[in-house]
């Protein structure tokens, strides 16, 4: 019996993917240069009892796990290994419960997060997170990333709305870690372990989420700015205020250029970089939070800076931050980065990413999740262009450096996979490796899930 056979008759064939043709949109994220390899077969579950017996006839049969949400990925975690069964979850895509009264609600994995959104909001609900990839993105794939997002600066990335989550473990049981109620301190956050682990721990099979009430609709607040580092004052001012804004995004006048070639949206701004804030404080105080952002950018230099003058406008400016990442990947290869500092330290890690981009001759666009210090400089490269290549694997090298010296980390949101292992092995001591690599150990007794990602075996 070949490996397909045996793996066909402990799941349904009709779920099981060995056509190499089709198998190829199933072997990689988005990470650009992140390595990927040749799979064993893509399975695409319709429910738990599938993941348990694929993961169990792994782990009889010695082959490697790699899970996969929507492949919206940017560090390569989930790229397929050499041999491997990727388990794509994107086809257990339902709302499974929504209660209204407890604010809560029972997902698939592989339900998109703005379709989740979407449904909550029928009940007057919301759930916050909200990566850039929401339109696409899958709440398997946020929650094994603990992603973040534009709302993230007021309202917090995904592990805070992570309620309980039920998993195939690299044992093959299926297990739930957390509770569904308010609180919970029986035993250690296993909960808190999963959320961010990409794929090293288990396969995610359901997740249970904390809602709040829709919010009123924002009014958003735009500055421009003849300068990172102006910019960047602009959000240490506003972090000085006391103000915690609803969203504070970054973006430059190359990303707008490029957003405005693709959709024609008539974006293009007289500034370098624009600073967009949003409030969803209602009435007289929400007035009172906008002003105080209009004087923070004022005060950091803005050439202009003014609350938006009308829903649409705003929802323009939004939508191009969004877009920026699709919109330079149309004009090459783009290395994208996700490093984190204090909202103070903004200012002179911008400065100096625009320095490592003119010591590497490279272009790097500037988005930012500047609210809570997310940075995503976007390292753009012609097609073709092997010593441009080499120069932004230096130039993404220097960031993470430039991040780690200003105290900051080397993913915010994105995740370690492939991309990020050396700098994660700059950032923690070897103590702390070698507390991560013992659950590891403990968690996946087999070495199944997803291995090679996060912790450079060679470390």
Excluded at 215 to 242: C, H, I, M, W
Aim: include cysteine; charged fraction near 20%.
């Amino acid at each position: 019996m070949t490996p397909l056979e045996s793996l066909a008759s402990v799941v349904p064939a009709d779920i099981i993917i060995s056509d190499r043709d089709v198998m190829e949109r199933y072997l990689h994220d988005d990470a650009e240069w992140a390595p990927f390899e040749e799979a064993l077969a893509v399975i695409r579950p319709r429910e738990t009892a599938h993941v348990v017996a694929a993961v169990n006839w792994c782990i009889e049969n010695h082959v490697a796990v790699v899970p996969r949400g929507a492949g919206t990925g940017l560090s390569g975690g989930a790229n397929a290994l050499s041999g491997c069964l990727v388990i794509s979850m994107d086809a257990m895509n339902r709302v499974l419960e929504v209660d209204v009264a407890e604010r809560t609600a029972r997902v698939q994995p592989g339900v998109v997060n703005n379709d989740l959104r979407a449904h909550v909001a029928e009940d007057g609900l919301w759930y916050p997170p909200d990566p850039a990839s929401a339109p696409w993105s899958t709440i398997g794939g946020n929650v094994s990333t603990n992603a973040g997002g534009l709302c993230c600066v007021k309202y917090g990335v995904t592990g805070e709305y992570v309620l309980s989550i039920e998993m195939v473990n690299g044992a093959g049981k299926l297990v739930r870690v957390g509770k569904r109620t308010a609180k919970d301190v029986a035993g250690y956050d296993l909960r808190g372990l999963v959320v961010g682990s990409e794929g090293t721990l288990g396969v995610i099979t359901e997740v249970t989420v904390r809602l709040l009430p829709l919010p009123p609709k924002p009014r958003a607040v735009v500055g421009y700015f003849d300068s990172l580092v102006e910019a960047g004052q602009g959000v240490a001012n506003v972090t000085a205020a006391g103000i915690i804004p609803s969203a504070l995004e970054l973006v430059d006048s190359y990303c707008l250029r490029a957003v405005d070639d693709w959709k024609n949206m008539g974006l293009s701004a007289d500034a370098e970089v624009l600073l967009l804030a949003s409030s969803d404080v209602p009435g007289a105080a929400g007035e009172e939070e906008c002003a105080g952002i209009v004087k923070a950018f004022e005060d950091a230099g803005a050439t202009f800076a003014a609350v938006s003058e009308s829903d649409e406008e705003a929802e323009a400016f939004f939508a191009a931050r969004r877009l920026a990442y699709p919109a330079l990947e149309r004009l090459g290869p783009v290395l994208t980065e996700d490093v984190c500092v204090a909202r103070t330290k903004v200012p002179e890690v911008l400065g100096r990413i625009q320095a490592i981009a003119a010591k590497h001759d490279t272009i790097i666009a500037q988005i930012a999740h500047a609210g809570d210090g997310n940075l995503h400089p976007l390292i753009v490269t012609p097609v073709g262009d092997e010593d441009a290549k080499a120069r932004a694997q230096l130039a993404f090298a220097e960031i993470i450096e430039a991040a780690l010296a200003a105290g900051g980390t080397v993913s915010g949101e994105h995740g370690i996979g492939l991309l990020k292992k050396h700098g994660l092995h700059e950032e923690l001591s070897a103590d702390v490796i070698d507390m991560h690599t013992a659950v590891k150990r403990a968690l996946d007794p087999h070495g199944i899930m997803n291995p090679g990602k996060v912790f450079d075996p060679s470390h």
